[in-house]
């Protein structure tokens, strides 16, 4: 017996969730988005869900609203050299994705975006480093 829906390709699937993650870093809902493109929010929607393909067009529209050139868009997409090679990132590209969706992501990112000194920058890194590890000796040091 074959499903009656077919699973969203992969690309797609990445492709769409780009656009969520620039959309919300942006704040931008997706109203104002469809109406920038000339398109409802429910076809927004179903572009971020990876439900219906974005054609060529329509992506260079959207990166044209959102900011960002087209290859933002396929960054560590599945099966492509940047996300199948070993040890550049420890997690994998859906998982920072996830998290950068999320309020806390989005609020971090922002906040950390909007620090002009790269010293300071550096700092803040080093300083979320050492609570990842120190989370991590505490927990190990627990059992």
């Not at 859906?94 to 950068?100: E, I, K, T, W």
Request: proline share 4%; charged share 25%.
């Amino acid at each position: 017996m074959q499903e009656s829906r077919k699973k969203p390709n992969p690309i797609d699937t990445h492709v769409g969730s780009r656009v969520r993650l620039r959309r919300t870093m942006l704040g931008m809902s997706q109203e104002k988005l469809g109406e920038a493109l000339g398109i409802t929010f429910q076809q927004v929607q179903k572009y971020e869900k990876g439900s219906n393909r974005i054609g060529a067009s329509r992506l260079q529209n959207i990166s044209d609203v959102l900011n960002v050139s087209v290859s933002y868009f396929f960054e560590d997409a599945p099966g492509t050299a940047a996300s199948a090679a070993p040890g550049l990132n420890e997690q994998s590209p859906d998982y920072v994705v996830d998290f950068l969706s999320t309020t806390e992501g989005i609020q971090l990112n922002q906040a950390f975006v909007r620090i002009a000194d790269p010293k300071v920058r550096k700092r803040v890194i080093d300083l979320v480093r050492t609570l990842a590890e120190g989370g991590e000796t505490a927990q190990k040091g627990e059992k």
